[in-house]
């Protein structure tokens, strides 16, 4: 982390220059109408803005708003137009995409179909991931993360032959 005047920049894994990290593994549950409670921790990094839209592996991204932007420039320089697979791309992100905002008890409204999709229920978890937060179903997320620390070894050579090291 490098320390300027009030601010703290730190260092994504990419090398990026970024104000925050998300980061940890935090459980909620999600009550009968579809409010969750977001971790404190991530509170002051998502700001009172953000975005909720579908994930890979049927989990749910949650983008601080800036990051966001940034990632929906992206999506709009695709070619869409001529080019299918991108175009299903943005279908993906973009049209599934919603507006999330605090209430004074900390929760967020998540959307029904973004709840259908990624077979949240009751019980969720909350997983930093940098530049954004992924929002798991906890049985789902616990079976990911059973598989992961199974093949942590074999993961983390493939990460290395990419030029990543521990």
Not at 29 to 43: E, Q, S, T, V
Not at 50 to 75: A, Q, R, S
Not at 137 to 151: G, I, S
């Amino acid at each position: 982390m490098v320390q300027s005047g009030g601010d703290v920049e730190k260092i994504s894994a990419m090398g990026e220059k970024v104000s925050f990290m998300l980061k940890g593994e935090y459980s909620h549950n999600i009550d009968a109408k579809g409010r969750l409670i977001i971790p404190a921790k991530f509170r002051d990094d998502l700001g009172e803005n953000f975005v909720i839209t579908k994930g890979m592996e049927n989990c749910l991204y949650v983008y601080p708003e800036d990051e966001w932007n940034d990632f929906e420039k992206k999506l709009n320089a695709l070619p869409t137009t001529t080019d299918k697979k991108a175009r299903a791309f943005a279908y993906f992100f973009q049209g599934s995409a919603a507006d999330g905002e605090l209430d004074k008890q900390g929760r967020t409204l998540i959307p029904s179909v973004l709840r259908t999709y990624a077979k949240l229920d009751k019980e969720v978890v909350f997983v930093g991931m940098g530049k954004r937060a992924e929002i798991w179903d906890k049985a789902r997320w616990d079976e990911k993360n059973a598989e992961v620390e199974l093949n942590i070894e074999e993961i983390a050579s493939d990460m290395e032959a990419s030029g990543f090291s521990i």
